[in-house]
Nanobody, 115 residues
Framework: QVQLVESGGGLVQAGGSARLSCAAS????????WGWYRQAPGKQRELVAA???????NYAGSVEGRFTISTDNAKNTISLQMNNLKPEDTAVYYC?????????WGQGTQVTVSS
C-alpha cells in the first residue's frame, strides 16, 4: 500500500508564499514523473506541476513563473514552492505520480489564499 502524505498548507494572504511537501512511502526515484495536483471547490482536480527523472519540469499556465516543483532524494519528498499566491490558488493540493493512480491519492493539504 503506497502512502503519500501532503503537508504545508494553511491560510496565506494574497501575494504570500507557501511550501508544500509530500512524503512518499516508496522511493521517489522509482517513479518517472511526479505531479502536484489541486482541486478547488466545485471544480475538477487538475495538474499544476510535474517533474520527471532528470528534473525536467512542466507547469500549468496559471502557475507558471510562480510555482516551483522539486524533489529531494535524501528526504524522499516532493515539494511545491508557491509564490505570489492568488485567491484563485485556493484548493486542496495533492501529490501523485503522473499519470495519477487512483490508489495513490492521499488526504491532500488545504491552501486558502485570502484577498
Amino acid at each position: 500500500q503506497v502512502q503519500l502524505v501532503e503537508s504545508g498548507g494553511g491560510l496565506v494572504q494574497a501575494g504570500g508564499s507557501a511550501r508544500l511537501s509530500c512524503a512518499a512511502s516508496i522511493s521517489i526515484r522509482s517513479i518517472t514523473t511526479w505531479g502536484w495536483y489541486r482541486q478547488a471547490p466545485g471544480k475538477q482536480r487538475e495538474l499544476v506541476a510535474a517533474i520527471t527523472v532528470g528534473d525536467y519540469t512542466n507547469y500549468a499556465g496559471s502557475v507558471e513563473g510562480r510555482f516551483t516543483i522539486s524533489t529531494d532524494n535524501a528526504k524522499n519528498t516532493i515539494s511545491l514552492q508557491m509564490n505570489n499566491l492568488k485567491p484563485e490558488d485556493t484548493a486542496v493540493y495533492y501529490c501523485n505520480v503522473y499519470p495519477p493512480l487512483t490508489n495513490y491519492w492521499g488526504q491532500g493539504t488545504q491552501v486558502t489564499v485570502s484577498s
